[in-house]
């Protein structure tokens, strides 16, 4: 790599002239036609998957797989994910399959609230607000009625506003903290923009209001942004099935030794934030596959899971299982923000596909089968620890991955996984197996 400086004006580029630059850059005069290849071949498509982000100049693949089988309040659905990780369809997949004919998935959803917040600092007397409040909130909800028309037309909008004594932790500071109901939206750009509007009309309404006086008139604004922490819009799936019907599920394992280890894996998963995080890590895996599939933000879902399992101070695992009187239980609740009109869902095409391929589900629907993937992959994932471990299954489906990188062709290939299916796969056993094969007369 030559020529290392600041780049100014990158953007302002087109699309050509950005690879021309990266070529460069990266000294590889291969780089714009190998990146050119990743270009959809319709100019209308590619056109608009360039214009989700900046600085586009290719597209970068991932695998599009569904999961059959879930049933979810007595519904079947396929299930659409995106996903680069090996086994995580198919750890899916599979435990569908096993809760399919023991009634599936209960799922339900306890909440839809979104939170946004303006942060700021004002000095006065924190007590004048509880006078105050009907009429500050009385002005929003008018000042905002052409923001949140639409909404409301759909049968949300802001549901409560409160001012919040926040002095405990910094001088002076305290936020006007609302509560949406977005419908079927994620509701991001709807929360943000009321909440920007309500910085200006408190703004305001602290100069114009006979409540306040002297410094107690003005306050200064920080910032006014949604939570991505949304504890109030929760879904729980439950699995329920007699310890009997765990009898086949391991040749070594009796049904009462099975559910006693799985047990024992999530109380380790409350006990230990190490493996609570791992535990998590598998539930995401489902998670944000569909989440990815269907144009859902996973980097918001993610972040408020993961503190949602540590709402008590303690990280955490996000499921809890009771086995008694012969029948094991298990349930998973978490907050998950999700969207089916709006921002992606709708533009992306193959968000779009994956949304009808589910049946054009509402926000709470889809709430509820993927909470329910995400606990098929935790269940699939507790499955094979308590039992086989995972690097059996995983390292097959992982020996793909291993001869892709190596080069191999379909022949050698189909060589490996023969050698392999009684072997353990690591990626020098495939290199050593690959050079042997290679210089085998059969295979020149
Ligand atoms: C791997 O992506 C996910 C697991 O590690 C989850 C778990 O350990 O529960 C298998």
Redesign the pocket.
């Known amino acids: 790599m030559k020529n290392k400086k600041f780049i100014s004006g990158f953007s302002r580029l087109n699309k050509e002239g950005k690879i021309n630059l990266i070529a460069e850059w990266m000294d590889d005069p291969s780089f714009s036609v190998f990146i050119k290849s990743f270009w959809h071949g319709d100019e209308k498509t590619q056109k608009l998957l360039d214009e989700f982000s900046e600085n586009t100049v290719s597209n970068f693949p991932f695998p599009f797989g569904v999961a059959p089988n879930f049933l979810i309040n007595g519904k079947d659905y396929l299930v659409p994910m995106v996903i680069e990780?090996s086994?995580?369809i198919a750890a899916a997949a599979n435990s569908a399959k096993f809760w399919y004919d023991k009634g599936g998935f209960q799922a339900k959803i306890l909440g839809t609230k979104k939170i946004g917040q303006v942060h700021f600092f004002w000095k006065g007397d924190v007590r004048k607000f509880d006078f105050a409040i009907n009429d500050l909130k009385e002005k929003i909800h008018r000042e905002t009625f052409h923001i949140t028309a639409n909404m409301r037309r759909r049968g949300g909008g802001i549901l409560d506003i409160e001012i919040v004594d926040m002095t405990h932790s910094m001088p002076d500071y305290y936020q006007l903290k609302a509560t949406f109901d977005t419908r079927d939206s994620m509701g991001a750009n709807f929360i943000n923009s009321c909440l920007e509007e309500f910085a200006f009309i408190l703004k305001d309404f602290l100069s114009e209001s006979d409540y306040f006086t002297g410094s107690e008139k003005d306050c200064h604004i920080i910032m006014s942004i949604l939570s991505n922490y949304t504890p109030e819009c929760l879904v729980s799936i439950n699995l329920e099935t007699e310890v009997e019907n765990f009898r086949d599920i391991d040749n070594e394992l009796t049904a009462d030794q099975f559910v006693d280890k799985f047990e024992k894996a999530v109380r380790i998963a409350q006990a230990d934030v190490h493996r609570a995080t791992?535990?998590n890590?598998?539930i995401f895996?489902g998670i944000d596959a569909i989440a990815l599939a269907t144009g859902n933000d996973f980097r918001a879902i993610e972040a408020c899971g993961h503190t949602y399992a540590a709402r008590d101070g303690r990280y955490k695992s996000l499921t809890d299982v009771d086995i008694s009187n012969g029948y094991f239980r298990y349930n998973l609740t978490l907050p998950l923000a999700l969207g089916t009109v709006g921002g992606l869902t709708s533009l992306h095409p193959l968000a779009k596909v994956s949304l009808s391929m589910l049946g054009n589900p509402g926000a709470e629907e889809l709430m509820m089968i993927t909470a329910s993937v995400g606990m098929a992959n935790?269940f699939g994932?507790?499955k094979?620890?308590v039992t086989k471990g995972?690097q059996k299954g995983h390292m097959k489906m992982h020996l793909m991955n291993i001869l892709n990188h190596l080069g191999a062709n379909e022949s050698e290939k189909k060589q490996a996984f023969d050698y392999f299916k009684t072997r353990k796969v690591s990626f020098s056993g495939v290199q050593a197996f690959l050079e042997k094969i290679r210089v085998l007369p059969v295979n020149k």
Do not use: P
């Open positions: 990780e086994s995580v791992t535990h890590k598998g895996n935790n994932a507790l094979s620890l995972i």
